[in-house]
Nanobody, 126 residues
Framework: QVPLVESGGGLVQPGGSLRLSCVAS????????TGWFRQAPGKEREGVSC????????YYSDSVKGRFTITRDNEKNTVYLQMSSLKPEDTAVYYC???????????????????WGQGTQVTVSS
């Protein structure tokens, strides 16, 4: 399966905003939960947010809850991560991948389907 393609990263000041995009090529995102993960230097990759296409349930890690919003655009076959009130600790490479999250079942961040893409770098610094 071709990895999902991330984009939209960049350098932003603390308190700023960015919108990341995750695009699928050759297949639809309608049938799969899609999750955003991030990996900071020297740290393990962690789950940030997930969206289920069936019931539109969303999940967020405690560190981003209230600041990040995950959405889908079916026509564009794209999942977005709107990031606001960014902090230096949000600095990381952000990846999207198919995963498993569902209402009533939560998000299994160890359930990963497909391969990791290149990711997109987000740097929050003044």
């Amino acid at each position: 399966q071709v990895p999902l393609v991330e984009s939209g990263g960049g350098l932003v000041q603390p308190g700023g905003s960015l919108r990341l995009s995750c695009v699928a090529s050759g297949f639809t995102l309608d049938y799969y939960s899609t999750g955003w993960f991030r990996q900071a230097p020297g740290k393990e990759r962690e789950g940030v947010s997930c969206i289920n296409p069936g019931d539109e349930t969303t999940y967020y890690s405690d560190s981003v809850k209230g600041r990040f919003t995950i959405t889908r655009d079916n026509e564009k076959n794209t999942v977005y991560l709107q990031m606001s009130s960014l902090k230096p600790e949000d600095t990381a490479v952000y990846y999207c991948i198919h995963t498993k999250c569902k209402k009533g079942m939560g998000w299994d961040t160890s359930a990963l389907f497909g391969s990791w893409g290149q990711g997109t770098q987000v740097t929050v610094s003044s």
